[in-house]
């Protein structure tokens, strides 16, 4: 039988054998272990939300213009939830928050720790939102529901479903602009699940194997919300692993956990030229087989020919954060370099790159009851680390959500999920680094 490899709020499973490599702790001879950090690290400022008491699963995007976007649920009256916005403009006075605009609000919004509701927005100054809404009487029947505003988020359009509207769950959505006015974006779907009568999640909402496996699709729209196009792009992939995605100058790429017939789940990539997409590759053959979805997907950014991609893998039975560059637009990649590992390293990771170097955010369980969120910083090898405590958390466990990282105005922000009096709240901050 399959043991429990931790008990951290997310479910994870591994054969014995796999266990033992947990105390071996060993480190692949391709896989460097990054600079030993300096002392030199960035200073945190506190960052005000405009959020309301209960607020959780925050997403944070930067605008073309340079300003913030960050978006939450918070509870509404009785069973329902709010769907919320607000834009930072940093030029303005000590920053300002714009009045918090609702995106959707009732009770069928389906919320997860994990697969939350992403904001973006594209050139022609249009934003687009989405939330996971419930299709069905199981609990896991739900859909992506899609809708754009012309009006800074005052107003919006009807939501519609980004897929068929099957039995099943369907989320971890990226997006990516496509063109000024036309949105990409990819998710896992689990119309094959569907179609083999199989729910295949436990309670938890992970797959343990033995069903017809989750897929990632894309879909591109027009300025008028509506679909312009759809494909499969992979057509087995871990089950609840967040995906990701960049522009490069041959293409978008996006990036997710792929799932083979023998349960190896590592980080698979896959590039659009502007008509069709590449197969997937795997960024790298860390060869991690686990019968269940760890719910640590992987992160990217792009400039030029340049891709980065950050990830979390136990291939070597030690909780570990890989990272590796491809300088050919994701054709191939370097031999990956190890920012974090141990039994403390939970993962769920954020990823920007600024001011000529990379950034990357994780959660660390701490000595006592409490987590850590900790910031990385390396130049663009991923070498010369910096690290950075951001935060100590009350949270345990799921409860702390995945934090959300962007790059702008010279600073690393940072948003995530703290615990306090027994109820969610949202927290920020600003990291900044002497030059």
């Not at 600079?35 to 073309?64: C, E, I, K, N, Y």
């Not at 199989?198 to 033995?210: C, I, L, P, V, Y």
């Not at 997907?297 to 030690?318: C, H, L, N």
């Amino acid at each position: 039988m399959p043991m429990p490899l931790r008990s951290s709020g997310w479910r994870c499973w591994v054969a014995p054998w796999l266990m033992a490599l947990i105390v071996a702790g060993c480190t692949p001879a391709d896989a460097p272990v990054a600079t030993t950090p300096s002392a030199s690290q960035g200073t945190v400022h506190a960052w005000s939300l405009p959020v309301a008491a209960g607020a959780a699963q925050p997403d944070l995007v930067a605008t073309p213009e340079g300003g913030l976007l960050l978006s939450w649920l918070e509870p509404a009256e009785g069973t329902q939830h709010r769907f919320r916005v607000s834009r930072w403009d940093a030029m303005a006075h000590q920053g300002a928050w714009s009045s918090p605009a609702t995106i959707a609000e009732g009770d069928d919004l389906f919320r997860n720790w994990a697969d939350t509701p992403h904001v973006f927005a594209l050139q022609d100054g249009s934003l687009w939102a989405h939330w996971l809404r419930r299709t069905g009487p199981d609990p896991m029947d739900y859909g992506i529901a899609l809708v754009r505003s012309e009006t800074g988020g005052s107003a919006w359009s009807a939501p519609g479903l980004v897929h068929p509207p099957t039995r099943g769950d369907h989320g971890f959505v990226t997006f990516w602009p496509h063109a000024r006015d036309r949105l990409g974006i990819a998710w896992l779907d689990s119309r094959q699940k569907a179609a083999a009568g199989h729910a295949g999640h436990d309670d938890g909402g992970h797959d343990h194997g033995g069903g017809a496996p989750m897929m990632l699709r894309a879909a591109l729209y027009d300025a008028n919300a509506q679909q312009q196009a759809e494909w499969a792009l992979d057509t087995s992939t871990c089950d609840c692993c967040t995906t990701s995605s960049a522009v490069t100058d041959r293409g978008t790429v996006v990036v997710y956990r792929g799932r083979t017939t023998g349960e190896i789940r590592d980080t698979r990539l896959v590039r659009f030229d502007g008509t069709a997409w590449t197969p997937p590759r795997d960024v790298h053959a860390d060869g991690w087989e686990i019968a269940g979805c760890p719910v640590n997907g992987p992160m990217v950014v792009a400039e030029g020919s340049s891709v980065w991609v950050a990830w979390y893998t136990e291939a070597d039975g030690m909780p570990e954060v890989r990272a590796a560059r491809s300088q050919d637009a994701g054709d191939t990649f370097g031999a990956p370099v190890t920012l974090a590992k141990g039994p403390q390293v939970l993962g769920r990771l954020g990823l920007a790159r600024g001011d000529g170097h990379l950034f990357v955010s994780w959660l660390e369980e701490g000595d006592g009851a409490d987590q850590r969120l900790v910031l990385g910083r390396y130049d663009e090898s991923w070498k010369q680390a910096q690290r950075t405590y951001v935060a100590t958390l009350a949270a345990r466990g799921r409860a702390s959500g995945i934090p959300r990282l962007q790059w702008a105005h010279g600073a690393a922000w940072l948003v995530w999920t703290d615990v306090a009096d027994a109820a969610p709240h949202l927290r920020g901050a600003r990291v900044a680094f002497a030059r």
